[in-house]
């Protein structure tokens, strides 16, 4: 119940955030003079990263909660179950979170040819 609340929070605030940042003109994140903008984007990101962090320390908490109340009720002890579970779900992550990044990036046309120092990154950028 309390990673369902925190994931849909953390959505929430990171929607919230792309909203922003789409929304956004040049000149708008300016920390001088602080505009309803630039609070807001604080927050939001503040709260985002809050929210995101969140969730990974409370699995280690909750697992071993889960298997001290499976003990007392089964008598099993599935800690050893509960650590693979949590070991193989890891690697999963682990190996999916660089997958995807490769996607997106192979989606916005950096599948042809890697990026070097010659690549214009922004090339109307007067600097």
Same mark, same amino acid.
């Given at each position: ?25 040049? @000149? +708008? ?6 505009t309803?903008? /630039?609070?807001?984007?604080?927050? !939001?990101? &503040?709260c ?22 499976e ?8 800690? @050893? +179950? ?8 890891? /690697?999963?992550?682990?190996?999916? !979170?660089? &997958? ?13 040819a ?14």
């Amino acid at each position: 119940m309390v990673v369902c609340y925190l994931a849909q929070n953390c959505t929430a605030f990171l929607v919230a955030l792309g909203f922003l940042v789409w929304q956004a003109q040049p @000149g +708008m994140l300016d920390f001088t003079n602080l505009t309803f903008y /630039s609070v807001s984007f604080v927050i !939001a990101y &503040m709260c985002g990263r809050q929210f995101s962090t969140s969730p990974s320390g409370l699995i280690l908490t909750i697992a071993a909660d889960v298997s001290d109340f499976e003990t007392s009720e089964s008598g099993h002890y599935v800690s @050893g +179950m509960m650590g693979t579970i949590f070991s193989l779900t890891d /690697s999963i992550a682990s190996s999916l !979170a660089p &997958m995807s990044i490769g996607w997106v990036l192979a989606a916005f046309g950096y599948g042809a040819a890697y990026p070097d120092e010659t690549t214009a990154l922004t090339p109307n950028y007067d600097g």
